[in-house]
């Protein structure tokens, strides 16, 4: 886990997407028991509210769900979920930018695929 923030983005949002991120990443699983806000507030140092309005977002949407007086565990069919909320957003923020710069440029489909498959073999190249 890292321990320093992104300072131009509310802190909350990136403690709601660490967890998210263990939820992909599959370090937690469905009916796993989620770091609790306390565990969360001593290790990164931040408020407590702040810590807890990340938290009770996930709650609220359906990722995490709450024991009382034993903690935040992962919802069945949290993962799925995530998998998909980030899809729609990366195609909201990345593919429909991406596709009207090209447009503008002048790429045809095929160079813009082409584009992507350059670009993913040498992200795997250098991994």
Known sequence: MKKSFDPDRPIYIQIRE?????????????G??????NQLVNFYK?????????VNQLVDEGILYKKRGIGMFVK??????????????????YI???????????????EIISLIRE????????H
Do not use: C, M, W, Y
Request: aromatic share 2%; hydrophobic share 35%; charged share 30%.
């Open 32 to 37: 796993d028991q989620a770091p609790s806000t």
């Open 119 to 126: 670009v993913k073999e040498r992200e795997i190249n250098e």
């Open 18 to 30: 660490i967890i998210e991120d263990q939820i992909l990443k599959g370090q937690l699983q469905e």
């Open 46 to 54: 931040v408020n407590h509210i702040t810590v807890a309005k990340g």
């Open 76 to 93: 069945s069919g949290a993962r799925e979920k995530l998998v998909a909320q980030r899809k729609e957003t990366f195609i909201n923020d």
């Open 96 to 110: 429909v930018a991406l596709v009207h710069e090209a447009n503008k440029l002048g790429f045809s489909e095929k």
